[in-house]
């Protein structure tokens, strides 16, 4: 009997083993062609479930796929601090359960994020790891590609003859590869470019650039254009620094690419003395930086709202197995009671005459035993009403203490706020004042300091201190305010503060180094974005938020 009921054991448990498995691999596979199709939260929602299934049935493999895949999601959304920490868990499982194939990819993906965050020195520590374990392995495509990270990063390092070394390996090993030469080659050049070997550079650059049409090369034809810019830049010939630059710029299929391009541009006609030209391509890059930003701030508000999503996702995944596996103990429980039923039966009948004896005497007990327990639950609930009451009574002091405190701290943060006013309206006087002086404004150095000083008077420092403590001390009033009106700028979540603390609007705008009048206007403006009428007051209107 035992040895049938293992033999129905093990054969369940392999048939539940290989379907989990099966259902893990098409959750992967459905979260990836999400990520494909830019479906963030569908796939962090199939990628998730699919890792809590993995976990639970060991299936390492599958569980470094998924976190991986997360990771990448996360890097599309331009979030690299989650995408690391997805990356080293998945690394951390590489290392334990998997080979050293899952172990070069990982590697590879946690140093290309350090290198998008400029940390190049980490970067090159991941790709020699990586790069070492595919020479161990054999696998030259993955050691030829390695190497020319390794010599990019070099590069972007100064160590030029180490990069040099790699990008001459990567280089050997691709020279049957067209397609992965041309990745050497502008490595390449901007080595040579770096050694001031200008001449050459340039003979690289112009047998690389016909091949880098396809789009699949984009981004090596932009840098190659700018790289070869640059180079006429810095040997004088200016026209043809632009024609490249220019070219750069009507090649550009994202908005990184034209930045670089309006800032080449902008550099050369700085040095031509082509002022308004630079202006306005500094102009350009300024307006697409603050495109850029937004577009990552509606990317990091998107990746905020989905990693909420998945913690609730997760919890209901939680749920759900403790469910299954109290269904699981029902199901073993069941049999186990079986057997037990049987066994109590005979056990009743055997003792039924001796139960029905006893059962007056259980029943005056029973009794005895619920009066005593509803006495001492009565007791309970006076104890439970008196600690209520002693808990309100403390909950109340509490918060008038909290209250005391807040109503303090904003006084001290408006008496800070009124010296920065005073500090500032000292500023402007003297500034006026040294203006008026024609020997001033003549003498150079004491017209650089009053630049200086004007630059103190915009400085956001002491704006930046003001709202760490205000938001320490008032941090349900900025939280509910972005709640409320997710469209107000920086700026106007700062004069919203002012206006809070009671300031007037002479004070506000010293603050702000505006006139009056434009403090007026900007209270109007805000006042309107809100959506309040003309018969609302702004500032009753944020006083009961």
């Known amino acids: 009997m035992d040895s049938i009921l293992k033999f129905f054991f093990i054969l369940f448990s392999a048939t539940f083993f290989a379907q989990s498995k099966a259902n893990v691999d098409s959750l992967i596979v459905k979260g990836v062609k999400a990520m494909n199709n830019k479906e963030f939260s569908l796939s962090l929602e199939l990628l998730t479930k699919a890792n809590s299934i993995a ?16 990771g990448a999601n996360y890097y599309s959304m331009l979030d690299y601090g989650e995408a690391l920490n997805n990356y080293l868990n998945a690394y951390t499982i590489a290392l334990k359960h998997l080979d050293e194939h899952e172990e070069m990819i990982i590697l590879n993906n946690i140093a290309i994020l350090y290198s998008k965050e400029e ?84 003979e690289i650059l112009n047998k690389t650039l016909p091949n880098l049409n396809d789009i699949q090369f984009s981004e090596e034809k932009i840098s190659s254009l700018i790289l070869m810019s640059t180079i006429f830049k810095e040997t004088g010939k ?23 391009s309006y800032n080449q541009l902008a550099e050369i006609y700085k040095e031509s003395k082509l002022i308004n030209k630079a202006i306005e391509a500094k102009d350009s890059v300024i307006a697409l930086n603050n495109y850029l930003n937004k577009i990552k701030n509606g990317r990091l508000f998107e990746t905020n709202k989905v990693k909420f999503e998945i913690e609730n996702y997760k919890q209901q995944l939680k749920q759900n197995q403790k469910k299954h596996e109290e269904e699981r103990i029902i199901f073993y429980g069941l049999l186990a009671l079986l057997a037990i039923i049987i066994c109590l039966v005979t056990w009743a009948l055997r003792n039924s005459f001796i139960k029905n004896k006893q059962r007056k005497i259980l029943h005056l007990k029973d009794k005895e035993i619920i009066e005593l327990e509803l006495q001492k639950k009565n007791s309970n609930n006076l104890i439970l009403e008196k600690q209520l009451r002693t808990k309100e009574a403390l909950a109340l002091l509490e918060q008038e203490r909290l209250k005391n405190e807040i109503e303090k701290r904003n006084q001290k943060l408006a008496t800070k706020a009124l010296q920065t006013s005073a500090r500032n309206e000292i500023l402007k006087e003297i500034i006026n004042s040294l203006y008026s002086q024609t020997e001033v404004t003549n003498n150079q150095f004491l017209s650089k300091k009053i630049v200086e000083l004007k630059t103190l008077l915009k400085s956001d420092n002491e704006w930046e ?37 009671n300031l007037t609007n ?15 206007k900007r209270k109007e403006r805000i006042a309107n974005k809100i959506g309040l009428t003309t018969n609302q007051n702004l500032y009753d209107y944020i006083s009961n938020i």
């Open 55 to 70: 976990e639970e049935n060991r299936l390492y493999k599958q569980q470094f796929l998924a976190i991986n895949n997360i």
């Open 119 to 202: 940390e190049f020195k980490k970067a090159e520590e991941y790709f020699t790891k990586a790069y070492n374990l595919s020479k161990e392995n054999n696998e030259t495509i993955k050691t030829g590609l390695y190497a020319i990270n390794l010599g990019i990063v070099t590069n972007q390092q100064n160590k030029l003859d180490v990069a040099l070394d790699y990008l001459n390996k990567a280089e050997e090993i691709f020279k049957e590869k067209p397609s992965l030469l041309i990745l050497v080659k502008t490595a390449l050049a901007d080595n040579f470019y770096r050694r001031k070997k200008y001449l050459k550079a340039k």
């Open 238 to 260: 200016t026209s043809q620094a632009i024609k490249y630059a220019t070219t750069a710029l009507e090649s550009s299929l994202n908005i990184e690419n034209k930045i670089s």
């Open 465 to 501: 201190s003001f709202f760490t403590h205000f938001e320490q001390v008032n941090h349900n009033f900025i939280t509910e305010l972005k709640k409320r009106h997710p469209e107000l700028t920086a700026n106007d979540i700062r004069y919203i503060s002012y206006l809070y603390m």
């Open 506 to 520: 002479k004070e506000i705008s010293s603050l702000f180094n505006i006139t009056p009048e434009a403090s007026r």
